[in-house]
């Protein structure tokens, strides 16, 4: 079987958040089940200084404004295909915005672009390549199932895979006429929304079938509460929408075997985790000390809660735990933060930015992380931390509510809990769920029983790559049959 795989990031090239690394990793997972996955990427500058890429394959006088090829390169076990377009992609910034966070004004030419491409590629574009199935990630690539749908590749099922509903690209009508799009396309059951052109709205509408990371957000984005205005479409859509949760590469994330730990271990040897819990004491001018360090690595955004963990500061430092926090996003949060750090010095810590590396330290050297979040559609810092042993402690919603089992005192006795689920998403019910995790470390037995309960988690990709296999064979028997 053959998908062809249409993604704005991917791990390890580019990476803003938690959906390139899934894009990153499933396509390994699917290969082991025999499923042979090629992903079409945006030609970033980034991307295309560190790789080397063959002759292309696909060749366009005109896209979108410009001339533009798609090339193939390997790297990381992956097989790519990068849209090599200078003049949408070849900018000084991110993906998706200028150096000073703001979104580049033609983002819907440039991820209209690759959604075409990823269409066309679907309809035999390349020469001796034909995929079974397209899937395609958020907004950026959702055009693709409608321009599959409306004449590029009508025949060929198609995936839409669900990360964040928060994001859904929407613009003005004006830009449809640049589209290519037919006519007809341009209503209510298309890419039409609320008067524009709705990029998500027209890959849920359009693609055979709708994917999200986790059963509980898939149900939860049926309600208004979570469905971000879309909840009516995912209601008629409900017997095509699954919730796979995501699973994470174990081989990059090993406590045993990683080499951006000072110290590694596995769950026989946890108490090597002090050394790694010494350097984050270092790297977050932390006090030395016997208690707890609990930490964040996130997004700073309100999905994430972070107003409820600053709001919480002074709560946190007065149960005696220490809080390392690695962030970047809003500009508020990150100053208050910041504050919070310099009111608590050697309590609080705060690192502002970026930092690949320093997540992989903060996971094998605290005790524990928070993930507040309002919505969460997976998650994957807390199935890190699962990984690595640091406990997670978690608002009871999406994906955090599918990956973890609450300690409470039956799951305690059984052996099976993993963490502390708390909601409402407020401070004091965030204070109460610290406070569990606190009064379980001062247990040492019953802390260390967690940690190894943690570790022995099943966070591989391997079940959720077999489901994505199931859903892919039951669409080519739609096709078939
Ligand atoms: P989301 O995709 O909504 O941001 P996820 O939990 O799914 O949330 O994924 C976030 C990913 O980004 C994880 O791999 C996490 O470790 C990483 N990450 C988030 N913020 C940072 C940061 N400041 N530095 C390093 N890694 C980060
Ligand atoms: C999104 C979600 C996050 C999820 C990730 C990967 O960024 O916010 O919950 O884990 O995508 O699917």
């Known amino acids: 079987m053959q998908i062809l795989s249409v993604t704005p990031e991917i791990y390890p090239l580019i990476k803003t958040g938690g959906l ?154 004006g830009i449809f006429g640049s589209l290519g799009l037919p006519g007809e396309a341009m209503s209510i059951d298309g890419v039409e929304y609320y008067g524009g052109v709705g990029y998500l709205k027209a890959g849920l509408q359009s693609a055979w079938a709708i994917t999200t990371v986790s059963p509980t957000y898939a149900q939860e984005i049926r309600t208004p509460e979570f469905g971000m205005g879309l909840e009516g479409l995912l209601n008629l859509r409900a017997a095509d929408l699954h919730g796979i949760v995501n699973g994470i590469d174990t081989s990059v994330w090993d406590p045993a075997a990683d080499p951006l730990l000072p110290g590694t271990y596995s769950a026989k040897t946890l108490k090597a985790r002090a050394v790694n819990k010494r350097a984050v004491e270092k790297r977050f001018a932390l006090d030395d000390g016997e208690g707890p360090i609990l930490c964040i690595v996130s997004r700073l955004t309100w999905q994430k809660g972070i107003d409820v963990v600053v709001s919480a500061l002074d709560d946190i430092v007065a149960t005696g735990a220490r809080l390392a926090i690695l962030g970047a996003g809003d500009a508020g949060l990150e100053a208050a933060l910041l504050a919070g750090a310099a009111q608590h010095r050697g309590r609080v810590g705060v690192v502002i930015g970026y930092d690949e590396a320093l997540s992989h330290m903060m996971q094998g050297g605290c005790d524990a992380i928070l993930v507040p979040s309002r919505f969460e559609p997976c998650g994957l810092t807390q199935l890190y931390g699962l990984r690595y042993g640091c406990v997670p402690v978690l608002a009871r919603t999406g994906g955090l509510a599918d990956t973890v089992v609450d300690a409470n005192e039956a799951a305690l006795a059984a052996g099976v809990a993993t963490g502390f689920l708390f909601s409402p998403v407020t401070t004091g019910a965030l204070m109460q769920g610290i406070h569990r995790a606190i009064a379980a470390y001062s247990r040492p037995a019953i802390w260390a029983n967690l940690q190894k309960q943690c570790m022995k988690a099943d966070v591989s990709w391997s079940r959720s790559a077999n489901r994505y296999v199931d859903l892919y064979k039951s669409l080519l028997a739609r096709k078939n049959g």
Request: hydrophobic share 40%.
């Open 20 to 173: 390139a690394d899934v894009t990153g990793a499933l396509p390994l997972a699917l290969g082991a089940s025999g499923v042979k996955v090629r992903t079409l990427i945006p030609g970033y500058s980034t991307v295309l200084a560190r790789m080397e890429t063959d002759e292309p394959v696909l060749h366009y006088a005109a896209l979108q404004g410009g001339p533009a090829t798609v090339r193939v390169a390997q790297m990381a076990g992956l097989e790519l295909l990068v849209l090599d377009a200078p003049h949408l992609f070849d900018r000084v910034g991110g993906p998706y915005g200028d150096t000073s966070g703001d979104d580049w004004p033609d983002n819907w030419r440039r991820f209209g672009a690759l959604s075409q491409v990823g269409a066309e590629i679907a309809g035999g574009a390349i020469k001796g390549y034909l995929p079974d199935i397209v899937h395609a990630h958020d907004w950026q690539s959702a055009l693709t199932p409608a321009y599959m749908r409306y004449g590029r590749a009508p025949d060929t099922p198609s995936v839409m895979t669900v990360h964040n509903l928060a994001f859904q690209g929407q613009f003005g009508a």
